[in-house]
């Protein structure tokens, strides 16, 4: 099993997703299926980070695909390793906009605050727990699915 995260930057002038993006998300969902890969997307502030599971051949071709994509820019892979078992076994491609703040419980934003004023100068565990936690925030989740 191998596990690729990376951030990207939303590239478009007007500083607002595409609003095909759900569309794009249940397509990838899809085709993630057939593929063996699982997943998240988060989108927050113009910003994109991603979180791929499966076959390392098999992501790299689709990170190949990612990085010819228009929409996004400044790709930067930031976690690129081989993992003992997938963290989003359900999840083909879950798709969370972190946009509105105020679905997050304050222990969440906390965790956010602590990232932020590190500039995102996280090492690879540390990041992992923050995506878990945002993740395993039940106030976060129930916000999306309302």
């Given at each position: 099993?191998?596990?690729?995260?990376?951030?990207?930057?939303?590239?478009?002038?007007?500083?607002?997703?595409?609003?095909?993006?759900?569309?794009?998300?249940?397509?990838?969902a899809k085709n993630n299926k057939v593929k063996g890969i699982t997943g998240v997307l988060l989108f927050h502030n113009n910003h994109f980070l991603q979180v791929l599971e499966g076959d390392e051949d098999i992501l790299n071709d689709t990170l190949?695909?990612?990085?010819?994509?228009?929409?996004?820019?400044?790709?930067?892979?930031?976690?690129?390793?081989?993992?003992?078992?997938?963290?989003?076994?359900?999840?083909?491609?879950?798709?969370?906009?972190?946009?509105?703040?105020?679905?997050?419980?304050?222990?969440?934003?906390?965790?956010?605050?602590?990232?932020?004023?590190?500039?995102?100068?996280?090492?690879?565990?540390?990041?992992?727990?923050?995506?878990?936690?945002?993740?395993?925030?039940?106030?976060?989740?129930?916000?999306?699915?309302?």
């Amino acid at each position: 099993m191998h596990t690729i995260i990376y951030i990207s930057d939303l590239n478009t002038s007007s500083g607002q997703p595409d609003p095909k993006l759900t569309s794009i998300c249940q397509t990838s969902a899809k085709n993630n299926k057939v593929k063996g890969i699982t997943g998240v997307l988060l989108f927050h502030n113009n910003h994109f980070l991603q979180v791929l599971e499966g076959d390392e051949d098999i992501l790299n071709d689709t990170l190949k695909k990612i990085s010819s994509d228009t929409r996004h820019k400044n790709i930067d892979i930031i976690f690129n390793e081989l993992t003992e078992k997938r963290s989003y076994p359900n999840w083909q491609m879950q798709l969370f906009d972190c946009s509105d703040l105020s679905k997050f419980s304050s222990d969440t934003l906390k965790k956010i605050k602590k990232v932020y004023s590190h500039n995102f100068q996280l090492n690879a565990k540390e990041f992992l727990f923050l995506l878990e936690s945002v993740l395993n925030d039940e106030e976060f989740l129930t916000a999306l699915n309302s």
